[in-house]
Nanobody, 126 residues
């Protein structure tokens, strides 16, 4: 399974970006998905996660109310809508997939994911 993340870029604080992650699998709906980020000198952290059904999701406290994770299983695509971006959101963003039997489970630990995309850089200027 290959994951292709896109949508990163340079924006000013307060603006928005939408990241997309397309899976190569024919049955993208078999995977629980997550978005992680890694800033220079910091560990990779969970940003948001979504179950394979799309009915359950998780957000790290720092992005609650600003970011929205969603998925379109027909298009094998997961999105991360990022509004109100701040300089502290600057990082490389990675999407990840985990083959999950549980329709409504999401996962927050990087070690639980089976596949990773290449990352897309988000830079927010003040």
């Amino acid at each position: 399974v290959q994951l292709q993340a896109s949508g990163g870029g340079l924006v000013q604080a307060g603006n928005s970006l939408r990241l997309s992650c397309v899976t190569s699998a024919r049955t993208g709906g078999n995977y629980a998905m997550g978005w992680f980020r890694q800033a220079p000198g910091k560990e990779r952290e969970i940003v948001a996660a979504i179950s394979k059904s799309g009915n359950s999701n998780f957000y790290v406290d720092s992005v609650k109310g600003r970011f929205t994770i969603s998925r379109d299983n027909a298009k094998n695509t997961v999105y991360l809508q990022m509004n109100g971006l701040q300089p502290e959101d600057t990082a490389v963003y990675y999407c990840a997939a985990r083959n999950s039997w549980n329709e409504n489970a999401f996962y927050t630990r990087p070690s639980l994911y089976d596949y990773w995309g290449q990352g897309t850089l988000v830079t927010v200027s003040s």
